[in-house]
Each structure stands twice: as structure tokens, then as C-alpha cells.
């Protein structure tokens, strides 16, 4: 059984241009989360998603990022315009629900973007 | 919402001698909680949890303790190995979200 799978795992942008960083989550997963991670802190939530909906993106920035989860296919998380400030490891989890029971998280390898 | 801190940001341990991890939380509704180790360039790796109606749960070479009363968690590795090297960090769960502490970092001494 696979784990969640992300790609790529590092990504160079040059400011202003877009990134898209993909996530696939453990088989039989149908809740992702994104976290973003900068160095010495700890992983801050940005967005949670179940297929098709968004369920939580309280910890995303309101303009330039956004997320989804289609029928088919990854996870994305889009982010237009990047700035040298967008420069962090963005983590994916996916669990097989949010109930008791099936909240657990597991992680992705990360995808490091460096925004030059 | 919730606050989860370590109380030591590094941890330096001989091989062979047990570690202790510690962390607190805020809310007292959190009633799920996981230790994760991060090792360098890699993500967090699960590797034990607990639920709030429980004081202590073992692993393999790893424990962990739940204090409710003082909202504190504790991770406990058993004859720490060099492998063990990593930055471990607890995430509490309250209602939808998980809320992270910034992590220990264990070293361990050959």
C-alpha cells in the first residue's frame, strides 16, 4: 500500500510565475490536508479537503492560493504570483475520514519550493 | 483553537539511555493526540498516538504518557539508537484540525 505520494519534490520558481504542487493520497483516503512548513516552525493547516469540497481552508491565504480535490485524480495546491515569502516545505496528509477512528494523518515527503 | 509547544527545542541523549520528549497543549477539549518524527528532508512519520481516554499507550520502544489534569504529553524512547536522530513533534486534534508544536530536536550521542 502506498504512501501519500507528492510531486515535485523541489520546486524552483521565479517571482511572479505560478507553482502547482500535486498530492496523491494513501489508497482508500478520501480526506487531504495541506500544511506548509518553514524552517525551525512547526506545520501550519492551510486548507482541508475532502473530493470535490472544500471543507476547511481557514489557514490558507485568501488571494494568490487556492486548492482542490476533483473526482479524479491529485490533490492541487496552486499558488499564482509567487513572492520569495512563499519559500516553505508544503506537506500533504491524507486520513480516511475525520470521525474518531479514522482521523489519523499520514505525510507526504513534502515538496520544497524556492521562489528566487 | 489550540497551542502545542515542546518544552526543550533540542534534547541530546547517549546511546542506549532513554529519551523524554514533552509537550503541552492548550484546550482541553483536544482529545486525540499523535507523535510525529520529522526526520531531515523527509515528512513527518506517524509513530504513536493516544485519545483522551487513555494515560499511556507503548509501542515498540516507544511510550506515551497523557496528562489531562496538566494538559502534558510525553514521548519516550527506550534505549535511544542513532537512528533515532530527528526532530519529534506533537500534534493535538480539537474538533476538525490538528494544531503542531515546532519539534525537539534529538540528537543522539554514539
Known amino acids: 500500500n502506498a504512501g501519500v505520494m507528492q510531486n515535485p519534490r523541489h520546486l524552483v520558481r521565479r517571482r511572479g510565475q505560478e507553482a502547482r504542487l500535486r498530492c496523491s493520497p494513501m489508497?482508500?483516503?478520501?480526506?487531504v490536508y495541506w500544511y506548509r512548513q518553514l524552517p525551525e516552525e512547526g506545520l501550519k493547516f492551510m486548507v482541508y479537503?475532502?473530493?470535490?469540497?472544500?471543507?476547511?481552508e481557514s489557514g490558507m491565504p485568501k488571494e494568490r492560493f487556492s486548492a482542490e480535490f476533483p473526482k479524479e485524480g491529485p490533490s492541487i495546491l496552486r499558488i499564482q504570483q509567487v513572492v520569495r515569502g512563499d519559500s516553505a516545505a508544503y506537506f500533504c496528509a491524507s486520513s480516511p475520514g475525520m470521525v474518531a477512528g479514522q482521523e489519523t494523518q499520514y505525510f507526504g515527503p513534502g515538496t520544497r519550493l524556492l521562489v528566487l | 483553537g489550540e497551542s502545542v509547544g515542546l518544552h526543550l527545542p533540542t534534547l541530546s541523549v547517549q546511546e542506549g539511555d532513554n529519551s523524554i520528549i514533552n509537550c503541552a497543549y492548550s484546550n482541553s477539549a483536544s482529545d486525540y493526540f499523535i507523535w510525529y518524527k520529522q526526520e531531515s528532508g523527509k515528512g513527518p512519520q506517524f509513530i504513536i498516538d493516544?485519545?483522551?481516554?487513555?494515560d499511556k499507550r507503548q509501542g515498540q520502544r516507544v511510550t506515551v504518557l497523557l496528562n489531562k489534569t496538566v494538559k502534558h504529553l510525553s514521548l519516550q524512547i527506550a534505549a535511544t539508537q542513532p537512528g533515532d536522530s530527528a526532530v519529534y513533534f506533537c500534534?493535538?486534534?480539537?474538533?476538525?484540525?490538528?494544531?503542531f508544536g515546532t519539534g525537539t530536536s534529538l540528537t543522539v550521542i554514539p
Open positions: 479537503l475532502q473530493k470535490e469540497n472544500i471543507i476547511d
Open positions: 489508497k482508500g483516503h478520501s480526506h
Open positions: 500534534a493535538a486534534n480539537t474538533g476538525n484540525q490538528f494544531y
Open positions: 493516544i485519545r483522551s481516554n487513555m
